[in-house]
Nanobody, 124 residues
Framework: QVQLVESGGGLVQAGGSLRLSCAAS????????MGWFSQAPGKEREFVGG????????YYADSVKGRFIISRDNAKNTLYLQMNSLKTEDTAVYHC?????????????????WGQGTQVTVSS
């Protein structure tokens, strides 16, 4: 089992940047492919992007491609989401998640462990 705690959310103006972190504890962090998901009020949780166990492969939703960057530091058991050129429609709670597989997954049901989320609010 792995425990995940997100941080770094906040209020930012459109066009600005934020960096989210996800600290992992428990079983070996590097055993898991990781993902970021967003959930806006009244909407379903959506895949933002994922990263392989080694960090060598990333995959993004079209809505964030070219603006967001996912990375990980397995030595620090930490996952990151660099969010650039933020838009008001990026406003959501962002969750990190761990998949019990080395492959990047895009479905909510394919992730076994979840953090509690961190709020990102983008103002116009």
């Amino acid at each position: 089992q792995v425990q995940l705690v997100e941080s770094g959310g906040g209020l930012v103006q459109a066009g600005g940047s934020l960096r989210l972190s996800c600290a992992a504890s428990g079983r070996t962090f590097s055993s898991y492919a990781m993902g970021w998901f967003s959930q806006a009020p009244g909407k379903e949780r959506e895949f933002v992007g994922g990263i392989s166990r080694s960090g060598g492969t990333t995959y993004y939703a079209d809505s964030v491609k070219g603006r967001f960057i996912i990375s990980r530091d397995n030595a620090k058991n930490t996952l990151y989401l660099q969010m650039n050129s933020l838009k008001t429609e990026d406003t959501a709670v962002y969750h990190c998640a761990a998949a019990a597989t080395g492959l990047i997954r895009t479905g909510v049901n394919e992730y076994a462990y979840w953090g509690q989320g961190t709020q990102v609010t983008v103002s116009s």
